[in-house]
Nanobody, 116 residues
Framework: QVQLVESGGGLVQPGGSLRLSCAAS????????MNWYRQAPGKERELVAT????????NYADSVMGRFTISEDNAKNTVYLQMNSLMPEDTAVYYC?????????WGQGTKVTVSS
């Protein structure tokens, strides 16, 4: 059964850090482009970061460049999003997505709240 399970969300103060995890099962994540998206209340879902194992490339939204880092552990079939210097505008539900030429899978999301 194909599944993506996000974890690591929670409440953090501005300036703090969180690490989100996306555990894949039923397929090999390294064969897919892995993405982190987020959706803030009342806003559209936006792409935050992408990692492609084939060439090791990563890409980030301008709003998180220099603060967020996407990485993957192929042995654990897991993708991470390290988030530093968090700001209130980073508050959102964060989703993991796996994409190939033929398939696309989404996780259920994990909520991140940045507030003092």
């Amino acid at each position: 059964q194909v599944q993506l399970v996000e974890s690591g969300g929670g409440l953090v103060q501005p300036g703090g850090s969180l690490r989100l995890s996306c555990a894949a099962s039923g397929f090999t994540a390294s064969r897919y482009a892995m993405n982190w998206y987020r959706q803030a209340p009342g806003k559209e879902r936006e792409l935050v970061a992408t990692i492609t194992s084939a060439d090791g490339s990563t890409n980030y939204a301008d709003s998180v460049m220099g603060r967020f880092t996407i990485s993957e552990d192929n042995a654990k079939n897991t993708v991470y999003l390290q988030m530093n210097s968090l700001m209130p505008e980073d508050t959102a539900v964060y989703y993991c997505k796996a994409r190939s030429m033929l398939n696309e899978y989404w996780g259920q999301g994990t909520k991140v709240t940045v507030s003092s």
